[in-house]
């Protein structure tokens, strides 16, 4: 039945988005916009992330990632801040001896914040991903740094290490600890989402392993990740991501809420036709959830699509809309906006007449509060480009993030100022444009699914010593910068 409704839908009823109240751009010259192209080293290298978090100057941020590396199996990686304002010019560069990738990060206060992520460490040969918690204060650099893995399920030291890697970290409401969302792997216990408490200096109180019981007989070795976090309105902390225990060869969106001490008190599974799985999740002003994610394989072309829902945090949809274009999507990435919607980066790569697929071009989307879109953006760099994170700026504009070049044939880091609309006005630098995006409304059930809850009571954690007297001052190459003319 439903799926009749889709290609009755997809016949008579789909729509040019142009959103109820799109974002006009081009007119207002308050907004500083540019492209700028940064590099740490004048040799080859690859960059991996970037991250940008906010600081305690609110026109300045922080560019958080990895670089090293030349091509070789053990070349040396290292985390580096680069630090910069509203204009593009930079502040101040640093790196440290360590693989830290972020995922997430938190300010409670202005100039602090506590970070989130993975720590790579070959050990005998074989690649060990820890997740890493780290506290970070400007300008001094980072008070602790450390990271651990649950060794109470896994037996004894051994080359079949787990992986354990953190997507979000939340505080309580109070503010005196840290709940930090992660995943662990091992053949032991297969594959689950992990949720831990840490308190205020980093050290790790408990961690639990999430495992859910469906209608696959091995559900502890299927794909079920949890990849965002966030304090519940009506209490206890929300997550939200992607089961695939409800069925074979399918997933769907799984919403789990626990308290304080990591019971679980609530797991949904919210679930149409196909594979849906959520990215992100961020409570809104009404006391519900505003979600977004992905449905792979849409009729008619199976193609991938954008999802946005509103849910009341317990059995009711308020609203789900899909949004796609002529061709595929993936690689998004969501950030909340001032106003209540949210604004994504993605990757596109639309299709000729002739059906084959253009190189990818990234682009920018925002959403409204009731989920309409309100402003779209296409780039075309001279270069491949990946762009990674975004965060809004104290004008209302945005601040992106990415990978400029190619593995192997020398990255730099790409960073770009934009207006409310996502448009950087500099057509010497990338070429902007705009393309139809089509949506519809999507039906979508929710049902109860069961967890097991494995608590490690033996956790081995790696303490670091505070890392800031290794911090190493870095003279970055003067970056390259394409700034709009007023």
């Known amino acids: 039945m439903r799926r009749a409704w889709k290609v009755l839908r997809w016949l008579g009823a789909w729509v040019l988005v142009g959103g109820l109240a799109p974002i006009k751009a081009g007119a207002d010259v308050r907004f500083q916009t540019w492209v700028g192209v940064y590099g740490l080293e004048a040799r080859s290298q690859t960059y991996i992330g970037p991250y940008i978090a906010p600081t305690e100057h609110p026109d300045r941020y922080d560019v958080i990632g990895v670089f090293g590396g030349d091509g070789g199996t053990y070349s040396p990686y290292h985390t580096f801040i680069l630090r910069v304002d509203t204009k593009g010019n930079v502040i101040y560069a640093k790196q440290i001896p360590y693989y830290f990738m972020v995922l997430d990060s938190y300010s409670p206060v202005p100039g602090t914040l506590w970070l989130a992520g993975l720590h790579n460490q070959t050990v005998r040969h074989y690649t060990r991903v820890h ?19 649950p060794l109470g399920l896994y037996g004894q030291y051994s080359y079949n290490l787990p992986n354990t890697v953190a997507f979000g970290v939340v505080p309580s409401p109070t503010q005196d600890r840290l709940m930090v969302l992660g995943h662990t792997s091992s053949k032991y216990v297969g594959q689950g989402p992990t949720i831990s408490r840490f308190d205020r200096e980093g050290f790790l109180i408990w961690t639990h392993v999430y495992q ?31 089961t695939m225990c409800t069925g074979i060869g399918r997933g769907d969106i799984w919403a789990l809420q626990v308290d304080d001490h990591g019971r679980v008190l609530d797991s949904k599974v919210i679930r149409g036709d196909l594979t849906e799985s959520a990215h992100w999740i961020q409570p809104t002003r009404d006391g519900s959830f505003l979600i977004g994610g992905f449905i792979s394989g849409y009729y008619p072309d199976y193609r991938n699509v954008l999802l946005l829902l509103k849910w009341d945090g317990k059995s009711t949809i308020r609203w789900a809309r899909v949004f796609w274009i002529d061709g595929d999507i993936d690689r998004l990435t969501f950030r909340g906006t001032p106003d209540g919607g949210v604004a994504v980066l993605l990757n596109a790569q639309f299709r000729n007449p002739d059906g084959t ?37 104290s004008d209302g504009g945005f601040l992106i993030a990415g990978i400029l070049g190619v593995v192997g044939r020398g990255e730099r880091l790409l960073l770009m100022k934009t207006d409310p609309a996502g448009q950087a006005f500099v057509p010497q630098c990338v070429t902007e444009f705009e393309l139809p995006v089509y949506t519809e409304d999507v039906p979508l059930d929710i049902t109860d699914l069961k967890v097991e809850v494995h608590r490690i009571p033996d956790v081995a954690q790696e303490r670091f010593q505070p890392i ?19």
């Open 131 to 149: 997740q890493m918690v780290a506290q970070f204060r400007s300008p001094e650099g980072v008070p602790w740094l450390k990271s651990f893995y």
């Open 212 to 242: 859910p019981v469906g209608e696959f007989r091995d559900c502890r070795f299927a794909s079920n990740i949890l990849r965002t976090l966030t304090v519940a309105p009506q209490g206890g902390y929300q997550a939200i991501g992607h």
């Open 468 to 486: 800031s007297g290794y911090w190493k001052d870095v003279a970055p190459l003067p970056p390259q910068l394409c700034e709009r003319t007023l």
């Open 357 to 393: 697929l253009q190189p990818p071009s990234p682009g920018f989307w925002r959403f409204d509060a009731q989920g309409y879109l309100a402003a779209q953006r296409f780039y075309r760099f001279k270069d491949e480009v990946n762009l990674v994170s975004l965060q809004p700026t």
